[in-house]
Nanobody, 131 residues
């Protein structure tokens, strides 16, 4: 079992920045793919960013981003701290949502953008961007 706890959400003005953290329990964190998803009121949960486990390629992890956040958000992981981060810059009001951290054992051909690929989920943290 993996337990995930998100933190770092809050209220920020448009153009500002926030860094979300997701702390994971358990000894298997380094072998898990990690993802961030978000859900705005009245909308479906959508993919934000994901990072593979660190040994997926010779050069380390692979990274995936939704087009809407590419160039503004950065996902990273610290296996020593069992933590994954989402650095969010140049925030826009449309980024307002509850942000969820997710973990899973994804294969080489897995779709990192599909929430059904992830087995474990945090409770979410609210991000509100004011205009």
């Amino acid at each position: 079992q993996v337990q995930l706890v998100e933190s770092g959400g809050g209220l920020v003005q448009a153009g500002g920045s926030l860094r979300l953290s997701c702390a994971a329990s358990g000894r298997t964190f380094s072998s898990k793919a990690m993802g961030w998803f978000r859900q705005a009121p009245g909308k479906e949960r959508e993919f934000v960013a994901a990072i593979s486990w660190s040994g997926r390629t010779y050069y380390g992890s692979t990274y995936y981003y939704a087009d809407s956040v590419k160039g503004r958000f950065t996902i990273s992981r610290d296996n020593a701290k069992n933590t994954v981060y989402l650095q969010m810059n140049s925030l826009k009001p449309e980024d307002t949502a509850v942000y969820y951290c997710a973990a899973g054992t994804l294969g080489y051909y897995s779709d990192y953008r599909d929430p059904n690929e992830f087995d474990y989920w945090g409770q979410g943290t609210q991000v509100t961007v004011s205009s």
